[in-house]
């Protein structure tokens, strides 16, 4: 009894002390690791941890504790815990430059040849090693296994073929592919990360591999599933993180399991990385995120329940989340949405009319379109003027972005647009002024929206007086996204209207897709974008001249040796698709709205938002924002 309690006694002292390696054991374990329920800090993290500097205004070192709210709109949005985590083998920095995360090094020989080298010592949630195995586990027996994926990721395949994979030591991996794949990287280190690691340790009960047929039906049966497939399949979904005994890497970990209307993220007592004084990350000890009906979000934000919050929030509602600053422990920041086009019109040059499908791909059409547009007046009356009038390009921000771009058929010109109307042939009207097509048909443009963002009706409430004096009616019709979005790929929509570009500062090693046909979600060609990701199974090719230059475009950047070539390419293709807009901007550069907790610390004043590549909070180190004492 007596050594128990001395045992006990020297574990608390040297609980309370730095680790011998300097390390610091986060308040949150230190009952655990004196009970021996959990090896000390020291033993949990890699051998070289990867050291975050926390410097620049406003930014210090934290302290540990705290449980931040997040409110979600459905619980499929768990999801973003794993895009502000930001725990990828190589991850964007705040410049946007890749570094190691996970891996403490990498090489790349010929822009085809990656070799990847581990963190000794890099451990998942339950304390498990990561191995080369897992890279095996993930490639060879998920992603390259035709039951388990249907499809295979176009990041792992050039020239349509899989890389050769080598296990080189313990803690060294290499892939080989014949031809550059310039792509890799950006996609290990993107929002929804190419998944080249899984705990296998984990994962083989579930695979008919390495399992007993009898184990395995057991094991579907008691899951409520079909089959082993869609049993793998639940189990390791790693972007939206369900299953709480799937092992992590990232800063938090899922512990609730669906359906719930709350889900709680605790820290991961493995977590791979330390502040410059050696204190194990992440500060905060907790996330909970509460599932709330969307339009509600704005009110409960307002009222205190959430300490940090962006999704579901708007510029719209800002003026009242400023208010309630002075009733409530809030603070609300304004940073810049990194997207092309806050809003954008999508004219579908797959619609299935005739004449309007020859009408929309006339670039004489969507450049009237665009130069009969006020958006002075769109970002005066909706944005306080804080926007910048724009076509749907790169922000000045990219080392990409030129003026040209930007000002391509921007400029409010409703003469030349008329002209350019006329010229086509659109020369005749109706007695109420609007013009006719050429089978006699009114040019009514009927522009659909999926009715989730009440600024995008609004602005078209504009657009519509401004396209009424150069004799185009504009019809809104309003629908629900995933409707929205089957229309569009099946030719019956005209119209729509929807945020730009993603990733609106993009360098040039990162993928032009956006820019060419290349998925059946671009609402302007899904037809086109089908047939490529279909390899031309399905879907139409594109038959319009510019477009299948951007495609050809396209092809060359993944060709192209280095990264000067790729950005002559992006110009090329930025070039190309501003001057024929073939989606028609209005604005960027708008402020999204941030609140958060009085308390909270290290959050940055200004910064970008977007998903693409920022991964919203993700590149500015969630990991470091940390309460005050008295926080939450």
């Known amino acids: 009894m007596i050594l128990r309690f001395i045992y006990s006694l020297v574990l608390a002292i040297l609980c309370a002390m730095p680790a011998a390696a300097g390390y610091v054991e986060p308040d949150y374990f230190k009952d655990k690791v004196t009970k021996g329920e959990m090896p000390p800090v020291e033993q949990r993290l890699p051998k070289e941890p990867l050291k975050v500097t926390i410097a620049g205004e406003g930014k210090s070192v934290g302290q540990y504790g705290g449980t931040a709210r997040i409110l979600i709109g459905g619980q499929r949005n768990i999801s973003l815990m794993t895009v502000y985590g930001y725990t990828r083998l190589l991850r964007y920095d705040d410049k946007l430059q890749l570094q190691p995360d996970l891996l ?52 792992l395949l050039v020239n349509g073929k899989a890389p050769v994979f080598e296990i080189i030591d313990d803690q060294t991996v290499r892939y080989t592919w014949e031809a550059p794949n310039p792509d890799f990287l950006p996609q290990i280190a993107a929002p929804q990360a190419l998944g080249l690691l899984m705990p296998a340790h984990y994962l083989k009960q579930f695979h008919k591999k390495y399992q007993t047929e009898e184990k395995l039906d057991e094991l579907i049966k008691a899951n409520s599933e079909k089959k082993w497939t869609g049993l793998h399949i639940n189990k390791a979904r790693q972007y939206r993180p369900e299953n709480p005994d799937l092992p992590v890497l990232d800063p938090w970990r899922n512990t609730t399991k669906p359906p719930s209307e709350q889900f709680v993220f605790e820290r991961n007592p493995y977590f791979h990385r330390v502040d410059q004084d050696g204190r194990q990350l992440p ?132 003469a030349q647009a008329d002209a350019l109307l006329d010229e086509m042939g659109l020369d005749k009207r109706d007695g109420s002024g609007v013009r006719l097509l050429s089978d006699g048909r009114r040019a009514e443009i009927i522009v659909e929206t999926a009715g989730e963002d009440q600024v995008e009706t609004d602005v078209l409430q504009l657009i519509t007086d401004h396209w009424k004096k150069v004799g185009l009616k504009l019809v809104i019709r309003t629908s629900q996204t995933d409707v929205l979005r089957s229309r569009v790929i099946g030719g019956t929509t005209m119209m729509t209207m929807s945020s730009g570009l993603d990733n609106g500062v993009p360098i040039a090693d990162m993928n032009p897709h956006a820019l060419a046909p290349t998925s059946h979600e671009q609402m302007q060609w899904p037809q086109w974008g089908i047939f490529v990701e279909s390899a031309g199974e399905k879907g139409t090719e594109a038959d319009l001249p510019e477009a299948k230059e951007l495609s050809d475009l396209y092809n060359q950047w993944h060709k192209a040796a280095d990264t000067t070539a790729r950005a002559e390419i992006w110009h090329k293709m930025l070039a190309l698709y501003t001057s024929q807009v073939f989606s028609i901007g209005i604005l960027n550069g708008t402020q999204q709205p941030i609140v958060i907790s009085s308390k909270l610390r290290n959050v940055p004043d200004k910064a970008l938002f977007s998903f693409d590549p920022t991964c919203y909070f993700g590149v500015y180190g969630m990991d470091t924002f940390w309460f005050e004492k008295g926080g939450s």
């Open 283 to 414: 500060y905060i000890d907790r996330f909970v995120l509460n599932v709330s009906s969307s339009s509600l979000i704005p009110a409960k934000t307002g009222a205190g329940e959430a300490d940090l919050q962006a999704q579901n929030i708007g510029f719209a509602d800002y003026t009242f989340l400023k208010e309630a600053e002075a009733t409530h422990p809030i603070k609300v920041k304004l940073w810049e949405s990194g997207r092309g086009s806050r809003i954008a019109l999508f004219p579908n040059l797959n619609f299935e009319d005739p004449v309007w499908s020859k009408t929309l791909r006339d670039a004489r059409f969507r450049r009237a379109l665009s130069l009969a547009i006020d958006r002075n007046e769109i970002n005066q009356a909706k944005f306080f003027g804080l926007g910048r009038p724009s076509a749907d390009t790169v922000l000045p921000a990219s080392a990409l972005y030129k003026d040209e771009y930007a000002n391509a058929y921007t400029n409010f010109d409703p």
């Open 104 to 155: 403490q090094s990498y090489e790349v020989q010929e822009g085809r040849i990656f070799t990847f080298h581990l963190r000794p010592g890099l451990k998942w949630s339950d304390g498990e090693p990561v191995t080369t195995e897992d890279f095996r586990y993930a490639l060879e027996d998920v992603a390259f296994n035709e039951e388990l994926s249907k499809v295979t990721s176009p990041y």
